[in-house]
């Protein structure tokens, strides 16, 4: 088996997710939905998308089921996995390595943001 690159990845993963752009994102989400930035804590701190969660891409699935080992606890957004999920990160393709994660685990409404915070802040530019 040849070894595969990130981008590699992260085309195979968008083969199987569905993704949205900002423009649906902001035209609004299903009721009841949650945003989670999968990005790690310094970059969330730094820069969100108002209204998100962080979760970030490397405990993400640790943060669905009860593990002893985390401490026997999960993420209450996780709860669900028929609730709508939008997962982002910088450029989107940690959210789709991310969303494709979740549909394996059974979630059946997840989606990644494609583009992620970088086209978040180019719609919000140019108005």
């Known amino acids: 088996m040849t ?3 990130m981008e590699q990845l992260v085309a195979e993963a968008r083969s ?9 994102l ?7 939905a949650v945003l989670i930035d999968v990005r790690e804590p310094e970059e969330y701190s730094a ?4 209204g998100s969660i962080n979760i970030p891409r490397g405990v993400l ?17 996780l709860r669900d996995r028929d609730r709508p999920i939008y997962l982002y990160c910088r450029s989107g393709g ?4 991310a969303a494709d994660s979740l549909q394996k685990m059974g979630f059946t409404r997840v989606a990644s943001v494609a583009g992620g915070i970088l086209a978040w802040h180019a719609i919000r530019a140019h108005g």
Do not use: N
């Open 61 to 77: 699935e640790a943060e669905v089921e009860p593990r002893p080992e985390m401490g026997g606890v999960t993420a209450p957004e």
């Open 94 to 97: 940690r959210s789709a390595l």
């Open 47 to 50: 820069d969100r998308i108002p």
């Open 16 to 24: 199987r997710i569905r993704e949205i752009s900002v423009q649906q």
């Open 26 to 32: 902001l035209s609004g989400v299903e009721e009841d």
């Open 3 to 5: 070894p595969l690159t």
